[in-house]
């Protein structure tokens, strides 16, 4: 089975978990429902948890009951030091390199994060593109209608032809269904709705090496 489009998330995926970005980014969430909405502090976690595993996105959640400006909230949790928190990474910038297959970012978060996470990682020249919250017209993973615009945006009209790798297993459902090869990126030991489990990106060589010579054998 040939692979030449690879969809790759963004944040706990491009980058190792537990650098403490993405725990900034919610507490940025947090602070945003309750200093620009209102939401008593005490409400905002089990608020932002429910819109989470309700809409795939707490900006989803925001969008339909409280009408919030999509940009001001965007702009405002994702304004944070990138730096402090991910450092340039070589070894993944030879193996992007390296890969044959066209390469997406896929995120529920803004191209303008994207940009900055890309940017210190020192591997944006590697990418085709950012398929963002924007671009998918804030359908967010895991609508399975964010796939179908990632899929149209690639040019892509064969979905057994694409990877996507995820380091949520909600988001990787609906690819998989569509017939997608999916990786769980994290440590668990498996996962029914991916094909394989690597605790890093950093491994997809050894769990995948014919993808370097553009296939993937079933």
């Known amino acids: 089975m040939t692979i030449n489009t690879l969809f790759i998330d963004l944040d706990d995926t491009l980058y190792d978990r537990g650098n403490g970005l993405w725990e900034a980014i919610r507490d940025r969430m947090g602070q945003y429902m309750h200093e620009c909405i209102g939401l008593p502090k005490s409400d905002v976690p089990a608020i932002r948890r ?42 993944l910038k030879t193996l992007l390199s390296e890969l044959p297959q066209t390469k997406w970012i896929l995120t529920n978060a803004n191209s303008e994060h994207a940009q900055r996470v890309l940017k210190v990682l020192g591997v944006k020249e590697h990418f085709q593109g950012i398929i963002d919250i924007r671009a998918m017209d804030f359908h967010c993973k895991p609508d399975p209608k964010a796939y179908q615009i990632a899929m149209k945006i690639a040019a892509q009209s064969d979905a057994a032809q694409c990877l996507y790798m995820d380091d949520s297993p909600s988001n990787l459902a609906p690819a998989k269904a569509m ?5 769980l990126i994290g440590d668990a030991p498996s996962s029914p709705v991916a094909h ?23």
């Open 179 to 183: 017939g997608m090869t999916t990786v």
């Open 50 to 91: 429910h819109y989470f595993k309700t809409y795939g996105t707490t900006l989803r959640g925001l969008q339909l009951h409280y009408h919030i400006d999509t940009d001001e909230y965007l702009t405002y949790v994702h304004d944070l030091p990138v730096s402090d928190f991910i450092k340039p990474d070589p070894i």
């Open 196 to 218: 394989i489990v690597i605790p890093r990106i950093h491994d997809l060589k050894q769990a995948f090496p014919d993808l370097w010579d553009h296939k993937l054998v079933s």
